[in-house]
T-cell receptor
Framework: DSGVTQTPKHLITATGQRVTLRCSPR?????VYWYQQSLDQGLQFLIQ???????AKGNILERFSAQQFPDLHSELNLSSLELGDSALYFC??????????????FGQGTRLTVV | GNSVTQMEGPVTLSEEAFLTINCTYT??????LFWYVQYPGEGLQLLLK?????DKGSNKGFEATYRKETTSFHLEKGSVQVSDSAVYFC??????????FGSGTKLNVKP
């Protein structure tokens, strides 16, 4: 168990809908990352937060947004969903911000299926 | 900028064969290097890491050496088992706590 909790584990929704994915980081970790993993297995970095502030942005679509709350949990909001958004969405956390050698701890992921 | 390139898969080996998965990186500064493993249906978990040049990370029979002169961090194991079948990700972590993952290499080990 990595200590990172993601809910829900599975989500099936229709095109055009909006969903919210939730992540609770490991106790003490201030940094949260979101990744999208498609069927061809690659990990696409979406966004990073540190202590409530956006730290880095990757290839995140404008239809997607995220935030990190004062209690450090994070939510990823996906709207106007398309079939191509079907993927595994991973959250990871790490001790932040400084220090090389700090690994990321991953949750089990949320499998989103858009039908 | 920072980036990681790892060999494409899938890699298919027989049990007890020698494994090498190549990983090379481009980086500014002094990054740390990691290998993560993803077993079917699970999230990624850290396999090993190295924080400076010439460091060797090792775990569960896997090894990788941080080679600055060749900008490489190749993953090796002397004798693979069926239970090693998974996807392996090479990763670079910079000094600002950003991570750069390779595209993943799927390993299939046949009995």
């Amino acid at each position: 168990d990595s200590g990172v909790t993601q809910t829900p584990k599975h989500l099936i929704t229709a095109t055009g809908q909006r969903v919210t994915l939730r992540c609770s980081p490991r106790s003490g970790d201030l940094s949260v990352y979101w990744y999208q993993q498609s069927l061809d297995q690659g990990l696409q970095f979406l966004i990073q937060y540190y202590n409530g502030e956006e730290r880095a942005k990757g290839n995140i679509l404008e239809r997607f947004s995220a935030q990190q709350f004062p209690d450090l949990h994070s939510e990823l909001n996906l709207s106007s969903l398309e079939l191509g958004d079907s993927a595994l969405y991973f959250c990871a956390s790490s001790v932040a911000p400084q220090g090389a050698g700090t690994e990321a701890f991953f949750g089990q992921g949320t499998r989103l299926t858009v039908v | 900028g920072n980036s990681v390139t790892q060999m494409e898969g899938p890699v298919t080996l027989s049990e007890e064969a020698f494994l090498t998965i190549n990983c090379t990186y481009t980086a500014t500064g002094y990054p740390s290097l990691f290998w993560y493993v993803q077993y079917p249906g699970e999230g990624l978990q850290l396999l090993l890491k190295a924080t400076k040049a010439d460091d060797k990370g090792s775990n569960k029979g896997f090894e990788a050496t941080y080679r600055k002169e060749t900008t490489s961090f190749h993953l090796e194991k002397g004798s693979v088992q069926v239970s090693d079948s998974a996807v392996y990700f090479c990763d670079l972590g910079d000094n600002f706590n950003k991570f750069y993952f390779g595209s993943g290499t799927k390993l299939n080990v046949k009995p």
